[in-house]
Nanobody, 116 residues
Framework: QVQLVESGGGLVQPGGSLRLSCAASGSIFSIDAMGWYRQASGKERELVAIITGGDRTIYGYSVKGRFTLSRDNAKNTIYLQMNSLKPEDTAVYYC??????????WGQGTQVTVSS
C-alpha cells in the first residue's frame, strides 16, 4: 500500500503564494508519475501538475507559469509552489501517485482558498 500525506493548504489573498507538500510512504516503487490534481466545488477533478519517472513535468494550462512542481527523492516528497494565486485556484488539492501497472493512490486532500 501507498500512503500520501499532504500539507500546506490554507487561506491566502489573491496574488499571494502557498506551498503544498506531499510525502509518500509504503510501497513506493515502480512509480510512473506523482503530482497534484484539484477539484473545485461543482467541478470535475483536473490536473494541476505531475512529474513522471523520466523527470518530465506536465502542468495544467491554467497554472502554467505560476505553479512549480518539484521533488525531493531522498524524502519521497513532492512540493507544489503556487504563486500569483487567483480566486479561481480555490479548490481541494489532491496528491496522486501512479505506478507503472496503473495502480493509483490519492491523498486525503487539502483545501486552498484564495480570497480577499
Amino acid at each position: 500500500q501507498v500512503q500520501l500525506v499532504e500539507s500546506g493548504g490554507g487561506l491566502v489573498q489573491p496574488g499571494g503564494s502557498l506551498r503544498l507538500s506531499c510525502a509518500a510512504s509504503g510501497s513506493i516503487f515502480s512509480i510512473d508519475a506523482m503530482g497534484w490534481y484539484r477539484q473545485a466545488s461543482g467541478k470535475e477533478r483536473e490536473l494541476v501538475a505531475i512529474i513522471t519517472g523520466g523527470d518530465r513535468t506536465i502542468y495544467g494550462y491554467s497554472v502554467k507559469g505560476r505553479f512549480t512542481l518539484s521533488r525531493d527523492n531522498a524524502k519521497n516528497t513532492i512540493y507544489l509552489q503556487m504563486n500569483s494565486l487567483k480566486p479561481e485556484d480555490t479548490a481541494v488539492y489532491y496528491c496522486n501517485l501512479r505506478k507503472t501497472n496503473g495502480f493509483q493512490s490519492w491523498g486525503q486532500g487539502t483545501q486552498v482558498t484564495v480570497s480577499s
